[in-house]
């Protein structure tokens, strides 16, 4: 069975930092640009990150560039999303994904994790 398992959530306070992990389960994630988007309490989904298979391009929504650093490592099988900087509104479930190739946007997505909680509060 395939599947995504994202872990690193947690409370942090404004400022500090935080480092998501995206793991595969079932498959091998070398041949697959992978992404990481975001859901807040009733606000619409929004796309973060994404890494393309190599590592080699990467990009970012405009309300994370600076802040966070997707990577991958691809011998552990894993995806990273290191969170620095971070603020209230960046509160989410994030979730990782499966991805046809590295764009932000969820219409090239093929797979989704469960997500894992993120609370940025004081």
């Known amino acids: 069975q395939l599947q995504l398992v994202e872990s690193g959530g947690g409370l942090v306070q404004p400022g500090g930092s935080l480092r998501l992990s995206c793991a595969a389960s079932?498959?091998?994630?070398?041949?697959?640009?992978i992404g990481w988007f975001r859901q807040a309490p009733g606000k619409e989904r929004e796309g973060v990150s994404c890494?393309?298979?190599?590592?080699?391009?990467?990009d970012y929504a405009d309300s994370v560039k600076g802040r966070f650093t997707i990577s991958r490592d691809n011998a552990k099988n894993t995806v990273y999303l290191q969170m620095n900087s971070l603020k209230p509104e960046d509160t989410a479930v994030y979730y990782c994904?499966?991805?046809?190739?590295?764009?932000?946007?969820?219409?090239?997505?093929?797979?989704w994790g469960q997500g894992t909680q993120v609370t940025v509060s004081s």
């Open positions: 994904t499966v991805q046809v190739m590295c764009v932000i946007n969820a219409a090239f997505v093929s797979s």
């Open positions: 890494i393309s298979s190599s590592g080699g391009n990467t």
């Open positions: 079932g498959f091998t994630l070398d041949y697959y640009a």
